[in-house]
């Protein structure tokens, strides 16, 4: 067997550890302070699925609402309200106090959205037979008679009289025509830009047709009812004229415009002036002639003013105050659901929403995939990674001399350095002693501990394996070597020496194995402190160089707290993806209580591709390194890949994985 010396040279001042642990520090202060793109493109790979599903299937929904919802269209006519609203027989301060502003304006808007508006649209439109704006509509579509005749055979057999029907009782004609009022004012909207004297009328329908229809008879009969307030107005105004002598005398008295107001100022004058030269002069004289002639004169024009405002007015009053600018066009395209906005709008809302349900999961996932991340936590280096159990290689129920698994050709390599990081401490102590635990049960633990100790097997010291796990179960591998729990209680009833229960592997004749499994059994244990002590002493001046105790998990059991003062050195395991920082952080103080020699940890179950793509940062090395020929020809249809490569190149691959001669044992890392 060839053995492999390494040389580890001396780093000054500082420790390698104390190294570490100010790279962790700096590290975590980095992480800590900023998120870099590097980082969010992380997360992004790490959440690709989560982000794909939300995003397509929000996409694919809406896609299949935008083209199966109801489709409603929409018709839209313009109508412009008049500046002045002029009465035939209003006053001049009348016509300036109507001018259109602002609560004018809005005025006119709830007049066009009033139900008596509205009620004249469905008298126009007789909406009160159609179904979509009034539910007792006599073409309303009936419940069809679910079953049809069959049902009704089936329930004459069984007894059922269906002759009696429920009648549906309709309400009155009142009651129909408001719920037709009322289903149009949902339908239709009256809306306006800032100060403007423009009203547009919007009208929503699934109906194209009927919603052109609706717009245009909603301005048409705005415009027909403006109309006829006017001259509604018109005909009190002349009642009024009338009361008071005559529309011409009435607007004669009341007319305050510029040109009338000279006129009946010079016939004040004109009066005035008379009356002196009549109290003067006499009727007769020639200058009371003349101003009667001047006075007459005045009072025509007057007249003619008053008569051509009169006739203004009476032809303005026939004007509409409002007048329709654009006309509803039949609409050719739905205003709703529209693809062309909904699938657009919807990608960008569930890509936020993808984005945001990415950063929840990531704030409360707190699995451990890193071992940055247990640096952080526990301020001491994590070992290295074990990649995960290929599940195409065989190990269960598996016949064979090697008691190295198969499975632990991909793990290996990364097993051989943890174990090479784990043989000195700061002291540069090497250790002898070392126990490998976990937080919770794996079926992995305990192979990267069997790993640890066949790598050191390798490495040319001669290695004692101690399996102190309860679970039976747990080391799958050695029920391939034909191990005997029932030897070591043998040993411990002093029955036997401890030559007698050592177990040993011919393809590795510098590994020990002792099965403790059913001596740390519950209730009963077979072994205390004093005896692992002894134990401990026995295997040391037996020869072996490294003795490796594989611990029940701490979370499950009190065992690897209690063995930890009889170790140097003390290795973690975390399952990848498993373990939580909580229960990490639980395992550690707990180990801390006893002192425990805590060197690192080691991640295991990790998938080297995940860990690379999704960026949680570290190395795993695996190793496609294969045992001796022997293996793979006992091995070679139940694994058709490692069959087919040629026993000389495997030969050759295993050799140089151990640096021997090709004829010398085989030793697999």
């Known amino acids: 067997m060839v053995s492999m010396t390494m040389t580890f040279v001396s780093d000054g001042s500082l420790s390698a550890r104390a190294h570490y642990r100010e790279s962790v520090e700096l590290a975590a202060q980095r992480n800590g302070n900023s998120v870099g793109l590097l980082d969010a493109w992380a997360l992004v790979k790490r959440r690709m699925r989560l982000l794909v599903s939300v995003i397509v299937g929000c996409t694919l929904l809406s896609a299949i609402a935008s083209f199966t919802l109801p489709k409603t269209y929409t018709a839209s006519s313009d109508v412009v309200l008049e500046r002045k609203d002029v009465r035939p027989f209003a006053t001049d301060a009348s016509l300036t106090s109507l001018d259109r502003d602002r609560s004018a304006a809005e005025t006119e808007m709830d007049v066009l959205q009033s139900r008596q508006l509205a009620g004249r649209v469905v008298d126009r439109l007789n909406l009160i037979n159609n179904p979509n704006f009034n539910p007792y509509a006599r073409t309303a579509e009936q419940p069809s008679d679910i079953g049809g005749d069959f049902l009704g055979y089936f329930q004459g057999i069984v007894g059922i009289d269906r002759s009696a029907k429920t009648v549906r009782t309709l309400p009155g004609l009142k009651t129909q025509r408001d719920r037709a009022i009322s289903s149009l004012l949902r339908q239709f909207d009256v809306s306006r830009t800032g100060e403007s004297l423009a009203v547009k009328i919007t009208v929503s329908s699934p109906d194209p047709k009927l919603a052109q229809e609706i717009a245009n008879t909603i301005a048409n009969l ?7 307030f006017k001259q509604d107005e018109r005909i009190a105004d002349k009642q009024r004229a009338l009361n008071t002598g005559g529309a011409v005398g009435f607007l004669r008295q009341s007319m305050t415009q510029p040109l009338l107001v000279t006129l009946r100022s010079e016939e004040a004058r004109l009066l005035q002036s008379r009356a002196e030269i009549a109290a003067k002069y006499g009727k007769n004289h020639p200058q009371m002639i003349d101003v009667g002639s001047q006075i007459a004169g ?50 960008a809302g569930s890509t936020l929403l993808a984005f945001l349900l990415a950063l929840l999961f990531e704030a409360t996932d707190t699995r451990i995939r890193s071992g940055q991340r247990t640096a952080q936590l526990l301020r001491m280096p994590n070992l290295g990674y074990v990649p995960k159990l290929p599940k195409h290689l065989p190990y269960q129920g598996t016949k064979r001399s090697s008691g190295v698994p198969a499975w632990s050709n991909a793990s290996a390599e990364a097993e051989r350095s943890i174990y090479m990081a784990s043989r000195f401490s700061e002291a540069k102590k090497l250790h002898r002693v070392v126990m490998v635990t976990s937080c919770h049960h794996n079926i992995a633990n305990a192979s990267t501990a069997w790993g640890i100790a066949t790598a050191a097997a390798a490495d040319g010291r001669p290695t004692a394996f101690v399996n102190l796990d309860f679970h039976e179960h747990s080391v799958p591998c050695l029920k391939s070597v034909g191990h005997s729990p029932e030897l070591f209680e043998r040993y411990l009833n002093n029955e036997a020496t401890l030559a007698d229960v050592v177990q040993t592997d011919p393809a590795l004749p510098g590994l020990g194995l002792l099965d403790a499994t059913l001596a740390m059994t519950e209730p009963f244990r077979l072994i205390d402190s004093k005896k692992l002590c002894e134990l401990i002493q026995a295997l040391k001046q037996s020869g072996y160089d490294l003795i490796v105790l594989h611990a029940p998990p701490v979370l499950s059991s009190g065992d690897a707290t209690w063995l930890a ?89 295993s050799v140089r994985s151990v640096g021997a001669a090709p004829n010398s044992p085989s030793k697999v890392l």
């Open 298 to 347: 005045v009072r025509r024009m007057i007249e003619d003013e008053v008569r051509r405002i009169l006739l203004d007015l009476e032809a303005e009053s026939l004007k509409p105050s409002a007048r329709i600018v654009s006309a509803a066009e039949l609409p050719n395209s739905p205003s709703f659901p529209v693809a062309g906005i909904i699938i657009p709008a919807t990608f």
């Open 565 to 653: 003062p009889f170790v140097d050195a003390v290795i973690l395991t975390v399952s990848w993806g498993e373990t939580t920082e909580d229960q990490l952080l639980v395992a550690v103080s707990q180990l801390r209580m006893n002192h425990a020699p805590l060197i690192g940890t080691a991640i295991n179950q990790v998938n080297p591709e995940i860990h690379r793509r999704h960026g949680y940062g570290g190395y795993v090395i695996t190793s496609r390194r294969f045992p001796a020929t022997g293996w793979i020809r006992r091995h070679s249809r139940g694994n058709g890949a490692i069959a087919d490569r040629p026993t000389k190149e495997a030969n050759a691959l």
């Open 222 to 228: 705005y415009v027909e009812s403006s109309l006829e």
